[in-house]
């Protein structure tokens, strides 16, 4: 269904002088994930970082790295995610953060795709590096 576009919504707080509250949410790791999401809208969020759960989490912490286990645990996976988002509305700009092997699993452009029909605004991907970006 969809979120406003990150860029407009962040260029109109940060003007503001609004310091941006943005929590992260594991999807999937339990079946009120997404309950989770509207109540830290509902809460002020400006903005959610959605986590897309992958087996070799090397660059999060160990708190993210559980979360991601039992998300996959539960059969979550990129798609799975991306469709749940999809069926719902958000009042406020959906950012993944997930890592490059997730992407090029489903490849680059369905990724896109798919991430853009579930109304995410923006990814973070850690270890994807400019280099490798620009190539």
Do not use: C
Not at 114 to 127: C, F, L, N, R, S
Request: charged share 15%.
């Amino acid at each position: 269904m969809g979120a406003p576009n990150l860029s407009p919504t962040f260029e109109s707080l940060t003007s503001q002088n609004h310091t941006l509250l943005i929590p992260y949410v594991m999807a999937g790791v339990d079946d009120a994930w997404i309950d989770v999401v509207h109540a830290v809208i509902a809460a002020g969020a400006d903005a959610v970082e959605i986590g897309l759960p992958f087996s070799d989490p090397i660059i999060d912490g160990p708190t993210i790295q559980e979360a991601g286990v039992r998300s996959l645990e539960r059969g979550t996976t990129a798609q799975s995610v991306l469709a749940q988002l999809q069926r719902d509305e958000f009042a406020v700009p959906l950012v993944v953060m997930t890592y490059y092997n997730v992407i090029a699993h489903l490849g680059h452009e369905r990724f896109a795709g798919e991430a853009k029909q579930a109304g995410i605004t923006g990814a973070i991907v850690p270890d994807l590096s400019l280099e490798e970006l620009d190539g």
